[in-house]
């Protein structure tokens, strides 16, 4: 059983910065993808970055509108598959849950954008940039 587990969601101003962690438990994954997925009430499930890949053959995406802003990294110190979404400069259209999702391979790069090519989710960490 793959558990995926979010943190580090809070409330934030206009132009500051979280770090949002994601770490799945209960298997360990030589090759995978994982993605940040994020929703607002009313609204479809939006892709927000993703990485995929192991060792040197990483590979990371991320939707337009937070390249330049966010940045998903891995921490291969850890045991568990752990991922990290650096987000900086933090806007009011940036309020959302943020779901972290777990794919247990590398997704061909055409796959990466869409939640139902991942298997694995986590509850949520809501996340509120007030201005």
């Known amino acids: 059983q793959v558990h995926v587990v979010e943190s580090g969601g809070g409330l934030v101003q206009v132009g500051g910065s979280l770090r949002l962690s994601c770490a799945a438990s209960?298997?360990?994954?030589?090759?995978?993808?994982m993605g940040w997925f994020r929703q607002v009430p009313g609204k479809e499930r939006e892709f927000v970055a993703a990485i995929r890949g192991s060792g040197g053959n990483v590979a990371t995406h991320y939707t337009d509108s937070v390249k330049g802003r966010f940045t998903i990294s891995r921490d291969r110190t850890k045991a568990e598959n752990t991922v990290y979404l650096q987000m900086n400069n933090l806007k009011s259209e940036d309020t959302a849950v943020y779901y972290c999702?777990?794919?247990?391979?590398?997704?061909?790069?055409?796959?990466?954008?869409?939640?139902?090519?991942?298997?694995?989710w986590g509850q949520g960490t809501q996340v509120t940039v007030s201005s």
């Open positions: 999702a777990l794919h247990h391979a590398r997704l061909i790069l055409s796959s990466v954008w869409a939640g139902e090519n991942y298997a694995y």
């Open positions: 209960g298997r360990t994954f030589s090759s995978y993808t």
